[in-house]
């Protein structure tokens, strides 16, 4: 499966109809993000089950500031609609294998728990 470019607009929806999406912020001048974008091409052959998606930073430069997004290449992973891993910088082929297998693996029923016991006026 080749990789989906994301914008401000189209982001959201993705995010929601689809169980587990890793986004790739990326700029066409970085040269972390140029040494990323094989491996990030790699596992999205790899992974047709997983929507691999990218962010121009550049060309989405609002949404980029929405998100908190600092430094290039930032990848987040979504699962079921839930952020559930962010991290700047350049991952190698096995790094990038081994948190998609930990996003698979997650318990959302968990991690859904966790979130809602860490909002302000949860009792615990």
């Known amino acids: 499966m080749a990789t989906t470019a994301l914008t401000g607009t189209t982001i959201q929806q993705t995010i929601n109809d ?3 999406v890793l986004v790739d912020f990326w700029a066409e001048w970085c040269g972390p993000c140029k040494r990323f974008g094989p491996v990030f091409e790699t596992s999205s ?12 930073t550049d060309a989405e430069q609002e949404l980029a500031a929405e998100l ?5 290449p930032t990848l987040m992973a979504f699962r079921e609609g839930v ?6 910088g350049a991952l190698p082929g ?3 294998e081994q948190v998609l297998q930990g996003v ?16 302000p006026g949860a009792q615990s």
């Open 83 to 88: 952020l559930v891993f962010s991290q700047a």
């Open 68 to 72: 908190n997004i600092s430094s290039i």
């Open 94 to 96: 096995p790094a990038l």
């Open 45 to 56: 052959e790899q992974h047709p089950d997983v929507v691999h998606a990218k962010v121009d």
């Open 104 to 119: 698979k693996e997650l318990d959302m029923d968990d991690v859904r728990a966790q979130i809602a016991a860490a909002r």
């Open 18 to 20: 689809n169980d587990i």
